[in-house]
T-cell receptor
């Protein structure tokens, strides 16, 4: 079955530093999504990528989908304390009815 | 902004008891899901539901679990005989397009089995 792995598991950064989390799938994905879960909260949809090599930006966040559509990354420039939370990727294979969530990267930002 | 509503926010139950977790998905959404998250771990898929039937379920979703859409608004998850390892946060989610474009998650029900 499909496996979606994320690294790193934890990341501690000083406010202002950059942060990147990587998502790797064992199979080719038709769609990948990113979610953010604040401590004690629920996952909130951030963005969706569907095309090979696609890059999307949301303010300080940059999302990439790999050329082979098996990996993705989320990069945050100049982190702020409001970026604290766990970032999950979720991948969808063709002909499947559910997204598989990665294990998540927990980001802590020190002021 | 439309929300997915879950009740209760916290449920404590004794091992072996039955629990029903309730969800009100977004009204024009057609696809409904239950996910669970054991503390500090990843979000695990349980079941997807469309057109009044289960469209997919995971290995976790065994005979002790069932889902129902008893009326036009509610979507419930029943756990028949709870076990200690069922303790987790249970999230309901809905989507209008099989998840394409993102799921909207509810704020979850924290289930504690003692």
């Amino acid at each position: 079955g499909q496996q979606v792995m994320q690294i790193p598991q934890y990341q501690h950064v000083q406010e202002g530093e950059d942060f990147t989390t990587y998502c790797n799938s064992s199979t080719t994905l038709s769609n990948i999504q990113w979610y953010k879960q604040r401590p004690g909260g629920h996952p909130v949809f951030l963005i969706q990528l569907v095309k090979s090599g696609e890059v999307k930006k949301q303010k300080r966040l940059t999302f990439q989908f790999g050329e082979a559509k098996k990996n993705s990354s989320l990069h945050i420039t100049a982190t702020q304390t409001t970026d604290v939370g766990t970032y999950f990727c979720a991948g969808l294979e063709d002909n499947f009815n559910k997204f598989y969530f990665g294990s998540g990267t927990k980001l802590n930002v020190k002021p | 902004e439309p929300e997915v509503t879950q009740t209760p926010s916290h449920q404590v139950t004794q091992m072996g008891q039955e629990v029903i977790l309730r969800c009100v998905p977004i009204s024009n959404h057609l696809y409904f899901y239950w996910y669970r998250q054991i503390l500090g771990q990843k979000v695990e898929f349980l079941v997807s539901f469309y057109n009044n039937e289960i469209s997919e379920k995971s290995e976790i979703f065994d005979d002790q679990f069932s889902v129902e859409r008893p009326d036009g608004s509610n979507f419930t998850l029943k756990i028949r005989s709870t076990k200690l390892e069922d303790s987790a946060m249970y999230f309901c989610a809905s989507s209008d397009t099989r998840g394409l474009g993102g799921y909207t998650f509810g704020s979850g029900t924290r289930l504690t089995v003692v």
